[in-house]
Structures are given as structure tokens and as C-alpha cells.
């Protein structure tokens, strides 16, 4: 959903006193999780993350083990993005945790404030090695006495295209030889295909996946995909002016391959 329309998050206007009450005793983390128990580390580090967002700066934390650090970042992230209509980046160090966030973590947060997911304008971003590209999928398929593996490979792709939305490998689990053919038929490499047909009439998963991330609210993304970002000017997420690192204990040796 694009910026400018209306949508249930233009109402969210929680500061962070209001923040750090949602996860008190009564409040309404405790309402959407059964079993939960106020953690005061947890409500702590939420109003702290929403102070940081409102007046600037930079807040760095350790949160440990049981602390819920996941939903005290993306309760205010959500709830500051949405009440100024701005974007705020999570990377993470691993594609594992970014579906966790998208997943699971994410619809609480969401319910948690009293949102809707439908239209939440919350983005799964991944490098371009995770994405199906069509141009070169529709070569291969032309590809001449291919193997039988390879043919078996190719056929699981085409079933799954047409139910996928985001045309993301984390959504097809690869078996065996799979894992080799995969990079064959993704848009990763130098090659941009900029301009091809699909990306033309709008297909493209890669172009679709970073439109997504310029319009939302909420972008999930990871270490290696936001630093080879920074290296180009942030031509995808240059736009966000907050930012939370998430592991961020491994961004210095992510820095390094990079």
C-alpha cells in the first residue's frame, strides 16, 4: 500500500510512556500473550528504543537472554514508523531470524497495537541471490536435453510460481541438487537486468521487493544486504533515517567479508 493512503496506522500515536505501559502488568502485551509475564528489562528497553526514535540520537543495549528484545523494538519501531509515516529499518544477522521477525514476531507486535496485518506496510528484504528471476528462468526452460534432475528441479519451480507472492527461496525448500541449481535461475550476481520485460510490466520479484521496502513503514532486512546497501549510497534503503541492529555483535565481521 502506497504513502498517503489511509490506513489504521495514521491513528497510532503512542509516545514512549505509552509505550513502556504496554508492557506492564494489565497492558496489553499481557492481553495478547498467553503465559506472559512482565519483564521490567523488557518495558525498560521499549520506552528507551521510542525515546531514541522521538528525539535522535543513537542507544546502544545488551539485552540478555529472556529479555523479549524482539517485541521491544518492534512494538515502538511499528508504532513511531506508522505516527510519522516514516521508515524504520531492523537488520538482523541471520535470513533465519529476518523470517522469524516477518512471521511470527511481527503479527504480534501488529496485534499488540491494535493493527491490522493486511496492509501494514511491513517489508521482507533479502539480497538478490534469494529471488527467482524470471528472465533467466524463462532461458533455462529453452535450455536443450537437460537432465532429468534438472528438468524435476525446474518443474518444482514452475508449481511454485504460481501460488509464491514474493518469489523468495525461503519460501521452497531445496533438496540435495537443488541447493547447486538454484543460483542458475536467481537475479543474484552483477547482472541487474535492468529494463528487461518483466521488470517492465512489473513482475520483477527483485524491483517488487524494493518498491515494497521504499514505501514501508517496518523493513526487515539483514547485515550483508544493508552494508552492500550503504556501499552504493543506500540506493534502496537511503530513505530510512532510523535504523536498529539487531545481533549486532556479528556487523563487524559481516563488515569484513563485505
Not at 514476531?105 to 501494514?120: K, N, R, T, W
Request: hydrophobic share 40%; glycine share 10%.
Amino acid at each position: 500500500q502506497g504513502r498517503g493512503r489511509a490506513t489504521r496506522f495514521s491513528q497510532v500515536t503512542l509516545g514512549p510512556d505509552q509505550i513502556g505501559t504496554l508492557f506492564e502488568s494489565g497492558g496489553a502485551v499481557e492481553q495478547t500473550l498467553e503465559g506472559y509475564e512482565p519483564r521490567p528489562q523488557q518495558t525498560k528497553m521499549a520506552t528507551a528504543i521510542a525515546q531514541t526514535m522521538t528525539n535522535g540520537g543513537t542507544l546502544l543495549l545488551e539485552a540478555p537472554p529472556g529479555t523479549g528484545k524482539s517485541l521491544a523494538y518492534l512494538v515502538p519501531a511499528l508504532a513511531f514508523g506508522a505516527a510519522n509515516d516514516t521508515s524504520v529499518v531492523v537488520s538482523t544477522s541471520t535470513r533465519g531470524l529476518q523470517e522469524q521477525l516477518s512471521t511470527k514476531d511481527v503479527p504480534i507486535a501488529l496485534q499488540i497495537l491494535g493493527m491490522e496485518s493486511s496492509g501494514s506496510r511491513v517489508a521482507l528484504l533479502k539480497g538478490r541471490g534469494n529471488y527467482v528471476c524470471l528472465s533467466r528462468l524463462g532461458q533455462e526452460l529453452r535450455r536443450p536435453n537437460m537432465g532429468a534432475d534438472y528438468a524435476a528441479f525446474l518443474t518444482r519451480v514452475l508449481v511454485w510460481l504460481e501460488t509464491t507472492v514474493r518469489g523468495d527461496i525461503g519460501e521452497l525448500r531445496l533438496y540435495g541438487p537443488e541447493t547447486e541449481f538454484w543460483p542458475i535461475i536467481s537475479a543474484g550476481g552483477d547482472e541487474e537486468h535492468t529494463g528487461c520485460d518483466f521488470q517492465r510490466r512489473g513482475v520483477c520479484y527483485v524491483a517488487r521487493a524494493r518498491k515494497a521496502a521504499q514505501d514501508a513503514i517496518l523493513v526487515i532486512t539483514n547485515h550483508s544486504l544493508l552494508l552492500a546497501d550503504s556501499a552504493r549510497e543506500g540506493a534502496v534503503l537511503g530513505h530510512a533515517k532510523h535504523l536498529v541492529l539487531d545481533e549486532a555483535h556479528h556487523l563487524e565481521r559481516e563488515a569484513t567479508a563485505q
